[in-house]
């Protein structure tokens, strides 16, 4: 099975400044037929189900603000948000989906304001 | 506008079992574009993949889970539902389905089950 590992767990950033959340599987998610890395992020607030942000590791979700941004192949990836803004305090998620079988999700990481 | 939403007992005896559908709406579980996922997170904890159904019946599941997991489909109620036999307390969590294939894109609000006597 692949192992999702984000990091850090946790982060504090100024308004305006840059985030970046990493993410590292334990095997490839890119597949060569395709050449497609089969990595999504998704962003969830309290009280709420996660949304999805990116996919194909960097393709933005339709109406997702252009600060989110993907990046990475293999098993090394970035989200990164350019200009944090005070909306985007959430708890932010990669996942896999290229097992046929199974799918995994990464620990999270707490996006804070400094 | 695609909607899921899950239903269900929210409060389930240890060693019983859990039962919670998702009903879909302005999407057709037939659908040969994606498939349809169960995903639960503890109270202050992260997600957690429970497994996947797709129109055929092809399953898969998370192998922490497989040996108690069951999902079905039901085109003609389109809906599809999960079932997770011998519960104890550490099955204590907000339950979501979603809908997926490149990462899900819509989500259920989610349901709380809480397993206790």
């Not at chain 1, 334990?26 to 992020?41: E, G, I, P």
């Not at chain 2, 302005?26 to 994606?34: D, N, P």
């Not at chain 2, 979501?96 to 089950?113: E, H, I, M, N, T």
């Amino acid at each position: 099975d692949i192992v999702m590992t984000q990091s850090p767990d946790s982060l504090a950033v100024s308004l305006g400044e840059r985030a970046t959340i990493n993410c590292k599987s334990s095997q490839t998610v890119l597949y060569s037929s395709n050449n497609k890395n089969y990595l999504a992020w998704y962003q969830q607030k309290p009280g709420q189900p996660p949304k999805r942000l990116i996919y194909w590791a960097s393709t933005r979700e339709s109406g997702v603000p252009d600060r989110f941004s993907g990046s990475g192949s293999g098993t090394d990836f970035t989200l990164t948000i350019s200009s944090l803004q005070a909306e985007d305090v959430a708890v932010y998620y990669c996942q896999h989906y290229y097992s046929t079988l199974t799918w995994t999700f990464g620990q999270g990481t707490k996006v804070e304001i400094k | 506008q695609v909607q899921l939403q899950e239903s269900g007992p929210g409060l389930v005896k240890p060693s019983q079992t859990l039962s919670l559908t998702c009903t879909v709406s302005g999407a057709s579980v037939s659908s040969g574009s994606y498939y349809w996922s169960w995903i639960r997170q503890p109270a202050g904890k992260g997600l957690e993949w429970i497994g996947r159904i797709y129109i055929t019946g092809a399953t898969g599941y998370n192998p922490s889970l497989k040996s108690r997991v069951t999902i079905s489909i039901d085109t003609s109620k389109n809906q599809f539902s999960l079932n997770l036999s011998s519960v104890t307390a550490a099955d204590t969590a907000v339950y979501y389905c979603a809908r997926g294939w490149w990462g899900f894109d819509y989500w259920g609000q989610g349901a709380l089950v809480t397993v206790s006597s």
